[in-house]
């Protein structure tokens, strides 16, 4: 079981039906009909429980300053005030150029994570984050004001391919889509059209961040066992699959 108290950054939820379904059947043969020794598998319930989880004890509330977000790219992109001031001009009545910003993240439901049937074609994986509350919040006087907070919604689908010969793992990020936001708090910018902010932000993500990815990374090696115990040892991943519904 995964459980945990409730933090008081998130709303107090039902715990949702997280009934499993039958289990697969392992029958020692994939599908192309390699023989496998080992296998792993995850139950959509278990891994949906654990989210909520992580949901419900406050894990997924972060908030980044202007700093952490200079940290996190290495120096290449700074957040400030004069950031904000290209979309929201008004700001420049308010705060200097250098002052910096902070943005909160809350999600107000849990995220769920779907299995899609690889067989028709479908992602092996997709990832919703609806109801998530953004809060920008700028140094003005010496005080982090709340300048805007809106509510909206994430989707993605992911593909993995397992690469066998080279014994990686291809990871694609598709049909990655923002919607359904809806402003909640702008005051000090009452005249602002959020319609259009939203428009410019989202048009520059997707020059960015909302194109499909793709990365490949290393599976993992059995070489330490091997050399500890004297003895040939060799992991080889064959797939990943999904079972049931």
Same mark, same amino acid.
């Given at each position: 079981?995964?459980?945990?108290? !409730?933090? @008081?950054? &998130?709303?107090? +939820?039902?715990?949702?039906?997280?009934?499993?379904? $039958?289990?697969? /059947? *392992?029958?020692?043969?994939? !599908?192309? @009909?390699? &023989?496998?020794? +080992?296998?792993?598998?995850?139950?959509?319930?278990? $891994?949906?429980? /654990? *989210?909520?989880?992580?949901?419900?004890? @406050?894990?997924?509330?972060?908030?980044?300053?202007?700093?952490?977000?200079?940290n996190m790219t290495n120096g290449a992109f700074a957040v400030r005030a004069d950031t904000l001031t290209t979309i929201i001009p008004e700001l420049s009545?308010?705060?200097?150029?250098?002052?910096?910003?902070?943005?909160?993240?809350?999600?107000?439901?849990?995220?769920?994570?779907?299995?899609?049937?690889?067989?028709?074609?479908?992602?092996?994986?997709?990832?919703?984050?609806?109801?998530?509350?953004?809060?920008?919040?700028?140094?003005?006087?010496?005080?982090?004001?709340?300048?805007?907070?809106?509510?909206?919604?994430?989707?993605?689908?992911?593909?993995?391919?397992?690469l066998s010969e080279e014994q990686k793992a291809k990871i694609s990020l598709k049909d990655i889509k923002l919607y359904d936001f809806k402003e909640e708090f702008?005051?000090?910018?009452?005249?602002?059209?959020?319609?259009?902010?939203?428009?410019?932000?989202?048009?520059?993500?997707?020059?960015?961040?909302?194109?499909?990815?793709?990365?490949?990374?290393?599976?993992?090696?059995?070489?330490?066992?091997?050399?500890?115990?004297?003895?040939?040892?060799?992991?080889?991943?064959?797939?990943?699959?999904?079972?049931?519904?």
């Amino acid at each position: 079981a995964v459980a945990t108290q !409730k933090h @008081g950054c &998130v709303p107090d +939820l039902p715990v949702p039906d997280f009934s499993n379904g $039958l289990p697969p /059947v *392992l029958t020692g043969l994939d !599908k192309q @009909g390699n &023989v496998y020794h +080992l296998a792993f598998v995850f139950a959509k319930a278990y $891994l949906n429980r /654990v *989210l909520f989880t992580m949901f419900q004890s @406050g894990l997924l509330c972060q908030s980044l300053n202007t700093n952490d977000i200079l940290n996190m790219t290495n120096g290449a992109f700074a957040v400030r005030a004069d950031t904000l001031t290209t979309i929201i001009p008004e700001l420049s009545d308010y705060a200097r150029d250098d002052s910096p910003v902070m943005i909160g993240i809350s999600p107000q439901s849990p995220p769920l994570i779907g299995f899609g049937d690889t067989e028709k074609g479908e992602s092996l994986l997709s990832f919703s984050f609806e109801n998530f509350r953004i809060a920008i919040y700028v140094d003005i006087f010496d005080r982090m004001v709340r300048l805007l907070q809106f509510k909206g919604s994430l989707s993605l689908q992911i593909d993995v391919q397992i690469l066998s010969e080279e014994q990686k793992a291809k990871i694609s990020l598709k049909d990655i889509k923002l919607y359904d936001f809806k402003e909640e708090f702008k005051e000090l910018i009452p005249d602002m059209d959020f319609d259009e902010i939203f428009k410019i932000l989202t048009d520059t993500l997707a020059k960015s961040l909302l194109t499909d990815q793709e990365f490949s990374i290393d599976l993992p090696s059995l070489d330490s066992f091997s050399q500890a115990l004297c003895m040939p040892l060799e992991l080889q991943i064959n797939e990943f699959s999904t079972y049931g519904s």
